[in-house]
């Protein structure tokens, strides 16, 4: 495993990168409140078989990618950086894997740019418009979505989140994420502009148009014990895609999937990316 600094026009992204230079390239877009180390399991084992793995960590998450203003975090904004850390990379087409808002902002990469994306894989995170039809129609999707509402609207937010030693931050942690990566994860974020800059994923608006359903081919998993997701959103997923799609369903995993049961969640991405080509 080796550290990468990816210069984009937009600025320096940090990543975690393993596997051949040339391997069959696959980028892999983490969620809040992590960065890209929640997918060193998953690196590790794409590498293992051939595959050139990179996972960055995103806008705000980077020091040299960290703006101060909320539509900066607007999710058009994400997209283009999926596309430049591609583009810097050196892939024209490469398969893209998310998690949590990692997940939101590759289905919108899949959606805005499908001849980029060879393959889309997606952890957790609904398709934007199945969660937007649970939002309206099932009261336990808003019950668990009621979070949102808070992380947007209270100014003291962080404060909270990072108060008697990050004892709200490391709440999401504990039991699920391995140790050292929890304590990362809190370094990480107790750094001075870092959790508002994660939070602001949140507090940025809507987003500047509606989704479609995607067309590429699509590996969706799923946990039933997951706090923010629930299962019609999930459900209904696969009805906004287009393309040949795949949806598995982790049974007493929780939301944060990679680390909780990475063997699984590497074995269901090496299938996904084999029943669309070699390495």
Excluded at 95 to 103: A, E, P, R, S, T
Excluded at 175 to 198: C, F, I, N, Q
Aim: with cysteine; charged share 20%.
């Amino acid at each position: 495993m080796t550290e990468l600094s990816i210069s984009t026009g937009t600025g320096v992204f940090d990543a975690m990168a393993a596997g051949p230079a040339g391997g069959r390239p696959v980028l892999l877009l983490h969620g809040f409140p992590q960065t890209g180390l929640v997918w060193r399991r998953q690196i590790a084992a794409l590498a293992a078989h051939g595959y050139r793995a990179v996972a960055p960590d995103q806008r705000g998450y980077s020091p040299g990618v960290r703006p101060q203003r909320l539509e900066d975090y607007r999710i058009s904004r994400l997209v283009d950086d999926v596309v430049a850390i591609s583009e810097e990379l050196g892939w024209t087409t490469f398969d893209l894997v998310g998690h949590d808002w990692g997940g939101a902002v590759a289905w919108w990469t899949a959606h805005a740019h499908p001849g980029r994306v060879r393959t889309l894989a997606v952890v957790s995170t609904p398709h934007p418009g199945a969660l937007a039809t649970a939002l309206r129609t099932d009261p336990d999707q808003r019950a668990r979505s009621r979070y949102m509402i808070d992380w947007r609207e209270a100014p003291a937010t962080e404060e909270r989140m990072l108060a008697q030693d990050a004892q709200e931050l490391r709440g999401f942690y504990a039991g699920k994420v391995p140790h050292d990566s929890a304590e990362a994860y809190v370094r990480h974020l107790s750094r001075p502009g870092a959790l508002t800059a994660a939070l602001n994923w949140y507090r940025a608006g809507r987003p500047d148009g509606a989704i479609g359903a995607v067309d590429v081919p699509t590996l969706y998993v799923w946990s039933t014990r997951d706090s923010a997701f629930g299962p019609v959103a999930a459900q209904e997923t696969g009805r906004w895609v287009d393309g040949p799609y795949r949806f598995e369903t982790l049974q007493g995993v929780s939301h944060w999937i990679p680390e909780e049961a990475p063997e699984t969640l590497s074995r269901l991405l090496l299938e996904h990316l084999r029943a669309r080509g070699e390495c």
